[in-house]
């Protein structure tokens, strides 16, 4: 079986690797809602189905 190929060496992994040890790993990240979107409030009728299609 060959040898496996070692990585390149990343200075910038090391650095964050450090960071999670001393500061703890960044909290992960939330879903922001869309604003803008319009929430339906209300069943559409057919006729506004039937419209659509």
Known sequence: MP?????????DKIVREMARERIGAPPGSRV?????????TRKPTTKELLDEV
């Not at 040898?3 to 200075?11: G, N, T, Y």
């Not at 922001?32 to 339906?40: H, S, W, Y």
């Open 3 to 11: 040898k496996k190929k070692q990585k390149k060496f990343r200075a």
């Open 32 to 40: 922001v809602p869309d604003l803008k979107k319009k929430v339906q």
